[in-house]
């Protein structure tokens, strides 16, 4: 396995643009999840896919987020007219059937 | 829902000293238990589980934590402490894949 990958690493924005990040899980992990971490803070649930069914959406994710998984591999998540709320590091995570989830890297977006 | 506190934000141990990370969790029925170590700009690396069966779970880098469910704890420990150990610990729990993270205790080793 070569992990769970996600580019970019780094996003910074201009307030109003929209961004786009993406997730590559580990191969053959049928579950993806997306979460926001903030300075400080442990990760907080956004969004969760069984192979490319989105199955859970946290009150987190406003209408300016979408979160896409047409294949049931790879993932993207947009964030469209970003605010500087938004600036945070966005994990992706991926599990098989066992409970524990491997962590991405994280992509931090800067808004300015 | 199910929830983690994780008392001490901050804790500062020296090199070779005890490492003790506090983790007290909320559930209606018992949960999936977890500990996760970050590094800066990196994601989170599973430490150990806690699922069902010996509730001392042994994990990575020395790392172990004892389910405890008249405390409804989960305390991580480790005899002694690294430099390398410095790092942001969370201490989660799962619900039927649902996982709430507590707020993090950054740890600091001193040589």
């Not at chain 1, 580990?26 to 971490?37: A, C, F, P, T, V």
């Not at chain 1, 049931?72 to 059937?97: H, K, P, V």
Request: aromatic content about 12%; overall charge positive; glycine content about 8%.
């Amino acid at each position: 396995d070569t992990g769970v990958s996600q580019n970019p690493r780094h996003k910074i924005t201009k307030r109003g643009q929209n961004v786009t990040f993406r997730c590559d899980p580990i191969s053959e992990h049928n579950r993806l999840y997306w979460y926001r971490q903030t300075l400080g803070q442990g990760p907080e649930f956004l969004t969760y896919f069984q192979n490319e069914a989105q199955l859970e959406k946290s009150r987190l994710l406003s209408d300016r987020f979408s979160a896409e998984r047409p294949k049931g591999s790879f993932s993207t998540l947009e964030i469209q007219r970003t605010e500087q709320g938004d600036s945070a590091m966005y994990l992706c995570a991926s599990s098989r059937l066992t409970v524990e989830q491997y962590f991405g890297p994280g992509t931090r977006l800067t808004v300015t | 829902a199910q929830s983690v506190t994780q008392l001490g934000s901050h804790v500062s141990v020296s090199e070779g000293a005890l490492v003790l990370l506090r983790c007290n969790y909320s559930s209606s029925v018992p949960p999936y238990l977890f500990w996760y170590v970050q590094y800066p700009n990196q994601g989170l690396q599973l430490l150990l589980k806690y699922t069902t069966g010996a509730t001392l779970v042994k994990g990575i880098n020395g790392f172990e934590a004892e389910f405890k469910k008249s405390e409804t704890s989960f305390h991580l420990t480790k005899p002694s402490a690294h430099m390398s150990d410095a790092a942001e610990y969370f201490c989660a729990v799962s619900l039927n894949n649902d996982m709430r993270f507590g707020a993090g205790t950054r740890l600091t080793v001193k040589p």
